[in-house]
């Protein structure tokens, strides 16, 4: 059996983002704008999004309808942003969604959907939901090594 | 001594959807529990409102992606990676290769249609990378991992 290494796929060091272009143009033009600076100690609101299930109890299934959260504690580390204590958290299927700032009427990415922590450490555990789930996002802005990556391949 | 916890991918688990692999994670977070509520979104958040965030696509039924760019999307890298590609990567990312001509499905309020992929970029310091490194090293464990199905 594969396996993944969990302490060096998850540590607070790891970048887990991708940038996919498609050969045409999508028909329309909403465009999400990037944000590079840190919203840390600034006024505003944090939003995840996802597709992916509702509860860890019906974890494989995909609502395929987009949800939003609110977050507010969180723990930030180098590459990574860490959230947990929260109303709201992710759930599989919402691997790869943006984690947004909004703040005087503007929406930007400040990270990517990455992973999630079960509160005690058992796939039964995780089956039964929770709002204390912690989830982590890859952090695309404040400096980060993404952020420098990002700006390089986006050209901005 | 940290308490142990499982850690979930943010991937869908059934079918061709793809697999979450679950392993364990030595750190610490909070050990209270509530009950599911099953009119919770997200876990726990609620539906976007129409157009609210009309950047957002679904990623080949899969993942998430928000367009950052007029041809370019930006999402997970573990969503785009194959396991193919890479032997200590076994969490079912979402569609097996994304190579260069391969087929990106994307569905948002406005666009519900299929690309054929140009290019796909990770970051050098990315989990992949750094996923080979440790590839020769031994499982930690007590980890799981499912086998993803194929897409």
């Known amino acids: 059996m594969r396996t993944l290494r969990k302490p060096h796929i998850l540590g607070p060091s790891v970048i887990d983002l991708a940038l996919i272009d498609v050969v045409e143009d999508p028909s329309d033009d909403h465009i999400a704008a990037l944000s590079f600076d840190s919203f840390a100690g600034t006024s505003g609101s944090l939003v995840l999004l996802g597709f992916g299930c509702d509860s860890f109890a019906e974890r494989s299934t995909m609502t395929l309808r987009l949800k939003k959260g609110v977050l507010k504690n969180f723990v930030p580390r180098k590459a990574m942003w860490r959230f947990e204590g929260n109303d709201a958290s992710g759930c599989p299927g919402d691997s790869g969604s943006p984690l947004l700032w909004q703040a005087n009427g503007k929406t930007s990415v400040v990270g990517v959907n990455s992973f999630g922590l079960a509160p005690n450490g058992t796939a039964a555990d995780a089956a039964q939901g929770s709002k204390t789930f912690a989830v982590s996002f890859s952090r695309t802005e404040g400096g980060a090594e993404a952020a420098r990556w990002l700006t390089e391949q986006l050209g901005l | ?151």
């Open chain 2, 1 to 151: 001594m940290p308490d142990r916890h499982t850690s979930l991918r943010f991937l869908p688990k059934a079918g061709s959807l793809g697999v979450i692999a679950v392993g364990l994670l030595l750190a610490a977070c909070s050990s209270r529990r509530f009950n599911s509520d099953s009119q919770a979104k997200l876990v726990g958040g609620a539906y976007a409102d129409p157009g609210e965030f009309p950047f957002v696509a679904m990623l080949n039924k899969g993942c998430g992606a928000a367009r950052v760019a007029k041809r370019t999307y930006l999402t997970a890298g573990h969503c785009v990676v194959s396991s193919n590609h890479n032997d200590v990567l076994d969490d079912g990312s979402i569609g097996g290769a994304l190579a260069k001509g391969s087929t990106v499905a994307l569905q948002s309020e406005s666009v519900n249609s299929t690309h054929k992929l140009h290019h796909r970029k990770c970051p050098s310091t990315s989990f992949v990378h750094r996923a080979r490194a440790h590839a020769a090293q031994t499982t930690h464990p007590g980890a799981v991992s499912h086998r993803p199905r194929a897409h």
